[in-house]
């Protein structure tokens, strides 16, 4: 189909000889005689007034772009990137050739087949010829896309005489051209499978079927690159693909390749809506413990799941991330309701000791205190020892020990977060997203989900640093030490829970246990603001409560 500026072009040339002529009958009626040098500077005027000349200010950007080092005319471009930078690759390529598209297209397409033939029949010295047949085979689809299908032709003075130039040249329909776009990019994954690169044969079969749906060799050889790189439900699903194309249902290719993967892809299959069933149950626990939070008050955080933003990076990251997700690990433990109540994962960090316990199940409506007592019970009469293998001064029993939580939002969280900060959660889908992540990290979802999301987190790692870095120069400008909230033995998980300066990180509540006269206690409330003490508005009885 012919542009708008190629019609707007024609028009302005047709105006052009028009007034040539005119002028030259007006000099002929007026006696003078035929001034071709006045007659062509008129026609340079006039083309000039039509926009054929220099735009205002193109000739001093063409001269400034000639003056640049880094530009090189094409005429000396030495590279195919040289020549794409002059922005005049396309029409020094048509300069190369005088023959319409299509029949350049078809030389293409004959080089290709016969460096293909030429590679099969040289065993020792195939593979520049398998190289070669790719490249000409890419060279044909590039002037394949080239060519206009007959229906969009538009008949013009100018189309008339260029078909009357190619009377012998073939012509296509859509649909055949989209026939040997597939045709040509399946012979390319073809010669790929020679070299055995099976990433190229999975592209270029997969980019053939875009063309044809039908094209059944297409479709074996992705079958082939599936099975070359241990995809076998994609394989699988490429094999009955191709037998599924009309009068292709006995090809014996696809039923020997069926055969040979049929239990590796039923395994795989099988694989799959194993996890499509866990994550679908993972999808129901977390909105459950979304619709809970939200009710009651509860509120969630999440931190960084990754702790660097290149591979480059990540040994030397890997002390802090670890010492970060010592903290808040990725427990993929969830909030679930135990005989009737909502229990939680929790976490009880002594830092004295550089310790750490793990409950998997805390009920809201436990003391600490009582949880507490089964860990770090007080020594019996004539006992002198502590059953803690780690407590060598019998620090740890339960009446000699403060807990805190840290205090990890102190603000609204509408400001930056320093990316190794707790954020809030403030809906459903991010609290879904966190979790998902953070599974697929622990390799739920397989190896290639894996890479997707540690490419995300990182992502968001990246602009979380440039966020910080713009509003406070450094990320060594880290944020003030947290403040830490006591709480006393007799409140429950709930009452902490339902604090409003109370975020649980990872869906995993964490206690801060030191025993009172320990010098690492004094240490930590000096690095640690104590802003206040949760204890019980009533004052409870523990031995009734036991």
């Not at 930078?85 to 390529?93: C, I, K, R, V």
């Not at 060598?392 to 609204?412: G, H, M, R, T, W």
């Not at 320093?418 to 459903?428: A, F, I, K, T, W």
Request: hydrophobic residues 35%.
């Amino acid at each position: 189909m012919a542009s708008k500026g190629s019609k707007e072009s024609d028009t302005r040339h047709e105006e052009l000889m028009t007034k040539m002529e005119e002028t030259r009958k007006k000099w002929l009626e007026d006696g003078e005689q035929d001034d071709t040098d006045r007659l062509l500077q008129e026609a340079i005027d006039l083309a000039v007034k039509q926009g054929r000349g220099w735009a205002p200010g193109e000739k001093e950007e063409y001269m400034s772009k000639l003056l640049d080092d880094d530009f090189i005319p094409p005429i000396f471009a030495e590279t195919q990137e040289e020549l794409e930078a002059s922005g005049l690759a396309e029409a020094f390529s048509a300069l190369n050739y005088d023959d319409s598209p299509a029949v350049v297209m078809l030389e293409f397409k004959k080089k290709g087949t016969d460096a293909f033939m030429n590679g099969k029949r040289n065993e020792a010295t195939n593979v520049q010829y398998f190289r070669d047949a790719i490249n000409h085979y890419y060279e044909a689809f590039a002037w394949a896309q080239k060519i206009e299908p007959l229906e969009h032709h538009e008949t013009t003075k100018e189309t008339k005489k260029m078909e009357q130039s190619h009377d012998d040249d073939p012509q296509y329909t859509e649909d055949e051209l989209d026939e040997i776009k597939s045709t040509l990019l399946s012979n390319a994954a073809l010669a790929h499978l020679q070299l055995k690169n099976w990433g190229f044969v999975r592209d270029d079969s997969k980019k053939a079927l875009e063309f044809n749906k039908k094209n059944v060799k297409a479709w074996y050889r992705l079958a082939k690159a599936y099975q070359m790189l241990q995809c076998w439900e994609e394989a699988g699903d490429a094999i009955d693909a191709g037998l599924a194309v009309p009068e292709q249902a006995g090809n014996k290719d696809l039923l020997k390749l069926q055969k040979l993967l049929a239990e590796k892809v039923r395994k795989a299959r099988l694989a799959r809506q194993k996890r499509e069933r866990r994550r679908a149950e993972r999808v129901s626990k977390v909105k459950e413990v979304w619709k809970h939070c939200k009710e009651s008050g509860i509120q969630l955080g999440r931190v960084a799941l990754v702790g660097s933003v290149s591979d480059e990076d990540e040994e030397a990251d890997d002390a802090a991330e670890s010492r970060w997700h010592h903290h808040y690990p990725h427990t993929g433990q969830l909030p679930s309701i135990v005989q009737g109540e909502w229990s939680w994962p929790c976490l009880f960090v002594y830092p004295s000791h550089s310790q750490s316990d793990f409950v998997k199940h805390f009920g809201e409506s436990e003391m600490l205190a009582l949880r507490m007592a089964e860990l770090f019970p007080e020594l019996d009469a004539g006992e002198t020892e502590t059953k803690i293998p780690w407590d060598y001064d019998n620090d740890f029993q339960c009446s000699k020990l403060a807990v805190y939580f840290e205090i990890n939002c102190p603000d609204d969280g509408t400001s930056i977060v320093h990316p190794e900060s707790v954020e809030r959660l403030r809906d459903q889908g991010s609290t879904m997203r966190f979790y998902e992540s953070s599974r697929a990290l622990k390799g739920d979802e397989g190896e290639e989900m894996a890479n997707l999301v540690t490419a995300v987190e990182r992502k968001r790692l990246h602009m979380q640093r440039k966020a910080w870095k713009k509003k406070h120069g450094s990320l060594w400008a880290k944020p003030d030490p947290l403040d830490v909230v006591r709480v006393h033995p007799a409140m429950t998980l709930r009452d902490v829970l339902l604090d409003k300066r109370m975020v649980v990180a990872n869906f995993l509540v964490t206690f801060v246990i030191i025993p009172e006269g320990h010098a690492a206690h004094g240490a930590y409330l000096k690095e640690h603001k104590c802003v206040d003490v949760l204890q019980p508005k009533e004052e409870i009885n523990i031995e009734n409560k036991k």
